[in-house]
């Protein structure tokens, strides 16, 4: 089976710096992307971050452009998302996502539709304090 499982959540002051992590099980990352969303309250769904090993690619939305960077381990099946320089407004659930579906002919910025991803995680709650 199929599975993601988010950690590394937490609460830190504005400015600071948080690692999540997403293990994978049940597939490898090269045959899958895998994509960050966020979710705060009343607010709906937000593709964060993804990477497509397969090709290389890694995306990057533009409210997180410049602070985060998503990698990953190929050893550890597990890719990351480094978050710096974090703010109140980067306060929600953060789920990681995978997507079995052949991505590589969509273009990085649709590569972040959640309707393309059929395993999710739990969700890890990060919180900014100001």
């Known amino acids: 089976e199929e599975q993601v499982v988010e950690s590394g959540g937490g609460l830190v002051q504005a400015g600071g710096s948080l690692r999540l992590s997403c293990a994978a099980s049940?597939?490898?990352?090269?045959?899958?992307?895998i994509a960050w969303f966020r979710q705060a309250p009343g607010k709906e769904r937000e593709g964060v971050a993804c990477i497509t090993k397969s090709d290389g690619v890694t995306y990057l939305a533009d409210s997180v452009k410049g602070r985060f960077t998503i990698s990953s381990d190929n050893a550890k099946n597990t890719v990351y998302l480094q978050m710096n320089k974090l703010t109140p407004e980067d306060t929600a659930v953060y789920y990681c996502a995978g997507s079995s579906l052949w991505l590589d002919a969509i273009d990085p910025v649709g590569r972040l539709l959640a309707v393309h991803y059929d395993s999710w995680g739990q969700g890890t709650q990060v919180t900014v304090s100001s």
């Open positions: 049940g597939f490898t990352l090269d045959d899958y992307t």
